[in-house]
């Protein structure tokens, strides 16, 4: 079946630096989306990504969709505590079907 | 996006015993879904829960093990049968707000240990 990597597997960094996280799919995904899930909690959509090359932004976060469709990239600029947590990467092919989640880039800060 | 409720938070239950979690959302919705959370580990899709009919389940996941309910559009079921410490995990029920939509919302989970 398809699958996602997701990297890096974790990351610590100090508050104010910025983060890149990505995902790759061996195979094409014609939507894209992020999550982040803190401790304790279900995750939390951040991003979806419906169109090859799409960039898109909210707040301090920015997502592209790549152009090959089968990969995505996650840009938290000026990073600050409150970013900690666990971030996901889900592709799917269509609406009607599973979402399939890469293995999570867990993020720590440094105040 | 969904206000997502889910019974219990957690438990800790013994070997050989079920457990029923309990997912309520505040609109009503197209699809419901089940995902399986293993402690450190990403999201695995147990299975769709269909309106009406038995619920469509994912490769290594069976209705014996896995029953899921869902009398309505806005509440679903799903029972671990037969627990073993294998089970422990967080279950996640998510939902579509329509049929075409690609986006899908998490409730908060049921954390489950098994001893």
């Known amino acids: 079946g398809q699958q996602l990597n997701q990297s890096p597997q974790s990351m610590f960094i100090q508050e104010g630096e910025d983060v890149s996280m990505n995902c790759t799919s061996s195979?094409?995904?014609?939507?894209w989306l992020w999550y982040k899930q803190e401790p304790g909690e279900g995750p939390v959509l951040l991003i979806a990504l419906y169109k090859a090359g799409e960039l898109t932004s909210n707040g301090r976060l920015t997502a592209q969709f790549g152009i090959t469709r089968k990969d995505s990239f996650l840009n938290i600029s000026a990073s600050i505590p409150s970013d900690v947590g666990i971030y996901f990467c889900a592709g799917q092919n269509n609406a009607g079907n599973m979402l399939t989640f890469g293995g999570g880039t867990r993020l720590m800060v440094k105040p | 996006s969904a206000v997502i409720s889910q019974k219990p938070s957690r438990d800790i239950c013994q070997r050989g015993t079920s457990l029923t979690i309990q997912c309520q959302v505040d609109s009503q919705v197209t699809m419901m879904f089940w995902y399986r959370q293993q402690p450190g580990q990403s999201l695995t899709l147990i299975a769709t829960a269909n309106q009406g009919s038995e619920a469509t389940y994912e490769s290594g996941f069976v209705i014996d093990k896995f029953p899921i309910s869902r009398p309505n559009l806005t509440f679903s079921t799903l029972t671990v049968s037969n627990m073993s410490p294998e089970d422990s995990s967080i279950y996640l029920c998510s939902v579509k707000l329509a049929e075409s939509s690609y986006e899908q919302y998490f409730g908060p989970g049921t954390r489950l240990t098994v001893t």
């Open positions: 195979s094409i995904f014609n939507t």
